[in-house]
């Protein structure tokens, strides 16, 4: 049988670090793999995370299954932290996941399961890994315009015009704060058009936020999914637990599904706890546990968030050092979107061509579209990164 499975393409982002790990240059720079690092090139276990995790091996009594759709003290806890009050919790069904992936990846079945014939539209560019799920479960996928290589901002005309295309039941793919891979966010009067045209068209947002806190705020990120959810008569909302509370491999997530009629609730519900039992049955729970102490105790709570921000300011200031260093090498501002955009990654709007001479000539690492992580670099590597950016004259 094993014979007649077919070769499956290399994921490029983990050949890159493959490749980077290979180089034996010195002052190679490593821009590609999409996880958040200090100025030591470390990705931390935060103060607050340690303390939990000490807390639970001192108190835990049990390893056994908690539920098909996790803790619901997690649930309360993400609801409340994603959400705040712009719904009732009654309004909300939710489920854990393994990790934002696995709650993309339940929202795209529930949407299938409950429309077969569903069209998903997706910004253009996304993360990768939203087309290869979507073609895996094969899901019809619309792209609409979104980003402008030109300005490093938003076609935002191009992607209201694509938008038009919406029919009744579609789902729109919207990322809630820190676009991967752009950078480059909807500003508030931008949000407001795009829920105006999902409430003519009568389709479903889902709304992806992974990078809750690393852009303007923990407050701040989540307002643009607040107001959909508020206006909206039914969303998705994807969660992760990763990046803010730098927990990648506990595999922390939380798939929600919003309705303001109540008595649908209780059907997402189950169906949530259905599909969660045909894929992995049993979340995992560790990464959860620690998530919920920390956001229900008010001093770990207050260290997480003080953390996190200084972990928010580190990039912004890598994100304004950077585009001072290229507006004075270069004698332009065309760079000056890099100090605009917002969470771990930019694209420079390059050609693949320029990202491969940056790689060969100077042992920059970025992925082949552009993207670079923000926070691979450090106030040391940033005048390098520049330097080689000038030099390529892209």
């Known amino acids: ?7 499956q393409p290399a994921d490029k982002i983990l050949a890159l670090m493959q490749t980077f790990r290979d180089d034996p240059r010195a002052d190679k720079i490593d821009l590609g793999v999409g996880v958040y690092k200090n100025a030591e090139g470390v990705t931390p276990i935060m103060r607050a995370i340690k303390a939990a995790e000490h807390r639970l091996w001192q108190e835990q009594q049990s390893k056994s299954y908690v539920g098909l759709l996790g803790d619901p003290a997690f649930s309360d806890a993400m609801v409340a932290l994603v959400l705040g009050d712009a719904v009732p919790r009654e309004a909300v069904a939710a489920a854990a996941t393994p990790g934002g992936t696995g709650a993309v990846r339940q929202a795209f079945e529930l949407v299938r399961y409950a429309n077969p014939d569903v069209r998903v539209f997706v910004s253009d560019p996304t993360w990768p890994n939203h087309l290869s799920i979507l073609k895996y479960l094969n899901i019809e996928t619309v792209p609409y315009r979104y980003f402008d290589s030109a300005t490093g901002g938003i076609d935002f005309a191009g992607m209201m015009d694509d938008l038009q295309g919406l029919r009744a039941g579609d789902v729109v793919l919207l990322h809630g704060c820190c676009h991967n891979p752009t950078g480059a966010n909807l500003n508030p009067v931008e949000w407001q058009s795009v829920i105006a045209l999902l409430q003519d068209k009568g389709a479903l947002p889902m709304i992806d936020i992974a990078y ?3 852009g303007d705020g923990v407050e701040q990120d989540a307002e643009a999914t607040r107001a959909v959810a508020a206006a909206l008569p039914e969303c998705l909302i994807a969660a992760s637990c990763s990046k803010n509370f730098g927990i990648y491999r506990e595999r922390t997530g939380i798939l929600m599904a919003v309705s303001q009629d109540a008595s649908q609730t209780g059907l997402a519900r189950d169906t949530l706890a259905f599909l969660n039992r045909q894929n992995y049955s049993f979340p995992p729970d560790h990464g959860a546990r620690l998530v919920t102490m920390i956001l229900n105790d008010d001093e770990l709570r207050a260290d997480w968030r003080a ?6 300011q580190g990039m912004l200031g890598l994100r304004q050092q950077l585009a001072d260093e290229l507006q004075r090498l270069t004698g332009s501002d065309r760079f000056g979107f890099l100090a605009q955009h917002r969470g771990m990654f930019s694209r420079l709007g390059i050609s693949p061509e320029k990202v491969e001479e940056l790689r ?3 042992g920059v690492y970025m992925v082949g579209d552009s ?3 923000i926070a691979g670099l450090n106030a ?3 005048p390098a990164l520049a330097q080689a950016i000038a030099e390529a004259d892209v």
Do not use: A, I
Not at 1 to 7: E, G, Q, S, V
Not at 307 to 312: H, K, N, P, V
């Open 1 to 7: 049988m094993f014979k007649t499975l077919k070769p």
């Open 371 to 373: 993207r670079m992580n």
């Open 380 to 382: 040391k590597t940033v």
């Open 307 to 312: 953390e996190l921000e200084d972990m928010r």
């Open 360 to 362: 060969r000539d100077h």
């Open 212 to 214: 809750q806190g690393f």
